[in-house]
């Protein structure tokens, strides 16, 4: 895990705060205080009439994840939106990130998935898949495939390799420090502190593995002046599931 760059809110981020906020505390967003004090660091939101201040930050589960991830989603942009209003059951599709190579034709690489999503796809039998070769790519993709009652819908994932995964407490412990200082100074007055932490690679990062390791890094559980810890699942952006540590 490695920490993120620090960036003006997302869109994403937005989406993945109001959804936490809705859901999980069942307030919505007062403001985006981050957007409006551009003097100082500020906390993402404030929810639910100032009761709750939230500050959303990421973990990698492998070295430049989302740089890696978002040149690798240039294949398959598009294409979940596009094709699951038509699929009859649930195909996840993982193409390592080590795959997309410069100097290959993205754009007939696209092509090639969308056909064989639309064609060869409901041929295979329920279950996962190893080694799929899709004609046209160059590389071999895992699929898993799932009837009812999963949700029709088609996902990608874009996995590293377990050989990067190499968790740095140092680093992990600086980035939540940083964010828990963000939040701090909201802490009196009532107000509850919240870090939801998102992750995209559930192969790599899941909601135990994450608690144990915040566990061990801080004394009580979470860094000082946080009142909670949250894992926010975002492997599939349309089904966002969030998950209390601490």
């Known amino acids: 895990m490695y920490p ?6 997302s869109q994403h981020e937005k989406t993945v705060i109001k959804t936490f906020a809705e859901t999980e505390l069942g307030v919505g967003i007062d403001c985006w205080p981050d957007e409006v004090n551009r003097k100082t660091k500020d906390i993402d939101a404030l929810a639910g009439g ?15 994840q989302r740089k890696r991830t978002a040149q690798s989603r240039r294949v398959t942009e598009g294409l979940e939106a596009e094709l699951s209003p ?4 649930r195909l996840v599709i ?4 080590s795959a997309i190579q410069v100097g290959q034709n993205w754009s007939e690489a696209r092509e090639s998935v969308k056909a064989w999503v639309r064609t060869e796809s409901a041929l295979l039998p329920d279950g996962r898949h190893s080694e799929i070769q899709i004609p046209g790519l160059p590389f071999l993709v895992k699929v ?3 009837g009812s009652p999963w949700k029709p819908q088609l996902v990608f994932w874009w ?6 995964f190499q968790p740095d407490d140092d680093q992990v412990r600086a980035l939540l420090d940083g ?21 995209e690679d ?3 990062m899941n909601p135990g593995f994450f608690c144990e390791l915040v566990s061990r890094l801080f004394k009580g559980g979470r860094p000082s002046g946080v009142d909670q810890i949250w894992f926010a699942d975002c492997s599939i952006p349309a089904e966002l599931l969030f998950h209390r540590c601490l």
């Open 159 to 164: 996995p590293g390799s377990d050989l990067e």
């Open 50 to 64: 100032g009761r709750f201040a939230i500050e959303l930050t990421s973990l990698d589960s492998f070295p430049n």
């Open 94 to 97: 993982s193409i390592h990130v």
């Open 202 to 204: 559930l192969q790599l």
């Open 4 to 9: 993120e760059t620090a960036v003006a809110i």
């Open 144 to 146: 898993d495939k799932r």
């Open 86 to 89: 038509a699929m009859q059951f």
């Open 179 to 199: 964010k828990a200082s963000k939040v701090r100074r909201y802490s009196d007055g009532g107000k509850t502190t919240i870090l939801p932490v998102e992750s």
